[in-house]
Nanobody, 119 residues
Framework: VQLQASGGGLVQVGGSLRVSCAAS????????MGWYRQAPGKQRELVAS???????TYADAVKERFTISRDNAKNTISLQMNNLKPEDTAVYYC??????????????WGPGTQVTVSS
């Protein structure tokens, strides 16, 4: 599985950004896709995820501000980020998780895209 992210950039406090991620390769085994972020000096953390059936999970810090969506036909996910705050500044990583019998669960990561929120 290969992941390619797009979007991100620099925005002022209260602004909006959208990041998208396209999966290719062995896409049929992908179950969960999501976005993680890592700020300088901090551990990587889950931002939001969505299953193949559309069930979503959000970090408490982004609930009511971020929305994750998934297009199974195009093998893409997007994260709409509204009302951005300085603490949202981080490198955002696309993640895809495959689950296969006898293999188990494997995580794949995109290269990361920078999101910077200026105050």
């Amino acid at each position: 599985v290969q992941l390619q992210a797009s979007g991100g950039g620099l925005v002022q406090v209260g602004g909006s950004l959208r990041v998208s991620c396209a999966a290719s390769g062995n896409i049929f085994s992908i179950n969960v896709m999501g976005w993680y972020r890592q700020a300088p000096g901090k551990q990587r953390e889950l931002v939001a995820s969505v299953t193949k059936r559309g069930a979503t999970t959000y970090a408490d810090a982004v609930k009511e501000r971020f929305t994750i969506s998934r297009d199974n036909a195009k093998n893409t996910i997007s994260l709409q980020m509204n009302n951005l705050k300085p603490e949202d500044t981080a490198v955002y990583y696309c993640n895809a998780q495959t689950t296969r019998i006898y293999v188990g669960t494997i995580d794949y990561w995109g290269p990361g895209t920078q999101v910077t929120v200026s105050s």
